[in-house]
């Protein structure tokens, strides 16, 4: 059974940084593209970022390009989301989850779900 687990989220003013990882038990990141999520609320989720697996091609949404880094440690099968230059928008609940295919920033492509960490932008 394939397991993610999110960590790293926390409060951080604006402008600040925090690095998320997503670790996975039970699947080899060697096989898969992973894919971060977000979602504020009363907002839906959205598609953050993505990294395929054997050549490290990466995908970031409008909205954090420039500002966020997804890197794979193949290793220690962990996804990180470096986020710097931190905005109050950017606060939400972050996912991680196995990508299967289609629209890089649709969730429905998407599998595996870890329950999420939460992130907290002050102003």
């Known amino acids: 059974e394939v397991q993610l687990v999110e960590s790293g989220g926390g409060l951080v003013q604006a402008g600040g940084s925090l690095s998320l990882s997503c670790a996975a038990s039970g699947a080899s990141f060697d096989d898969y593209a992973m894919g971060w999520f977000r979602q504020a609320p009363g907002k839906e989720r959205e598609g953050v970022s993505c990294?395929?697996?054997?050549?490290?091609?990466?995908y970031y949404s409008d909205s954090v390009k420039g500002r966020f880094t997804i890197s794979n440690n193949n290793a220690k099968n962990t996804v990180i989301l470096q986020m710097n230059s931190l905005k109050p928008e950017d606060t939400a609940i972050y996912s991680c989850a196995i990508y299967s295919g289609g629209t890089v920033y649709d969730a429905i492509n998407y599998w595996g779900w870890g329950k999420g960490t939460l992130v907290t932008v002050s102003s």
């Open positions: 990294i395929t697996s054997r050549h490290g091609i990466t």
